[in-house]
Nanobody, 121 residues
Framework: QVQVVESGGGLVQPGGSLRLSCVAS????????MGWYRQAPGKQREWVAS???????NSADSVKGRFTISKTNAKNTVYLQMNSLKPEDTAVYYC???????????????WGQGTQVTVSS
């Protein structure tokens, strides 16, 4: 079983910055990709950014140039550096991890519980 835990959310003023962290733990054999999603009140969950095992990154147009995803291989940790935050970035941010786990190398697709980010003056 693979657990995913996010941290780093909070309240920030417009134009400010936050860094989210996500750690995946458990019987991880290999990690294929990790990513961030967000869900604002009354809206569907949307993809924000992702990073693959070889370090390739991609992000949604709405956050390009403001958010940066990065990772630490050794600890199965991914970060989301969020700069120039806007009120419309307010949402619960979820981390997703995909890979294979255990002796049988079964695929997993695990989600964290989410961390709240509120951008408001």
């Amino acid at each position: 079983q693979v657990q995913v835990v996010e941290s780093g959310g909070g309240l920030v003023q417009p134009g400010g910055s936050l860094r989210l962290s996500c750690v995946a733990s458990g019987s991880i054999f290999s990690m294929n990709a990790m990513g961030w999603y967000r869900q604002a009140p009354g809206k569907q969950r949307e993809w924000v950014a992702s990073i693959t095992s070889d370090g390739s990154t991609n992000s949604a147009d709405s956050v390009k140039g403001r958010f940066t995803i990065s990772k630490t291989n050794a600890k199965n940790t991914v970060y989301l550096q969020m700069n120039s935050l806007k009120p419309e970035d307010t949402a619960v941010y979820y981390c997703n991890a995909q890979g294979s786990s255990g002796f049988l190398r079964r695929p997993f697709d695990s989600w964290g519980q989410g961390t709240q980010v509120t951008v408001s003056s």
